[in-house]
Nanobody, 123 residues
Framework: QVRLVESGGGLVQTGGSLRLTCAAS????????MGWFRQAPGKEREFVAA????????SYKDSVKGRFTISRDNAKNTVYLQMNSLHPEDTAVYYC????????????????WGQGTQVTVSS
């Protein structure tokens, strides 16, 4: 059974940092593009960042460029999202996604999803 488990969310003040972790089990994703998405209350799920299997290419939502960094450790079957200079607008449930089969920015093109971790940024 494939599982993606996110951790590292929490409550942080504006300007603070968090590091999200997505640990995969059940199969290896070492050859898969992985992504992070988020969903704020009352809003659609939106793309945040994606990373190819070998780390050669990354993609970010414009509003997080320069603040967020996606990385991975294939030996641990784990992907990370380092989030710095957090804003209240970053408040959302953050989801890890694996096994991309189309445009990495599209939520419709990932096979597996985690349950999400809450990130709350206070002003």
């Amino acid at each position: 059974q494939v599982r993606l488990v996110e951790s590292g969310g929490g409550l942080v003040q504006t300007g603070g940092s968090l590091r999200l972790t997505c640990a995969a089990s059940g199969r290896t994703f070492s050859r898969s593009t992985m992504g992070w998405f988020r969903q704020a209350p009352g809003k659609e799920r939106e793309f945040v960042a994606a990373l190819t299997w070998d780390g050669s290419a990354t993609s970010y939502k414009d509003s997080v460029k320069g603040r967020f960094t996606i990385s991975r450790d294939n030996a641990k079957n784990t992907v990370y999202l380092q989030m710095n200079s957090l804003h209240p607008e970053d408040t959302a449930v953050y989801y890890c996604a694996a096994d991309n089969f189309g445009p990495p920015q599209s939520a419709d093109h990932y096979e597996y999803w985690g349950q999400g971790t809450q990130v709350t940024v206070s002003s």
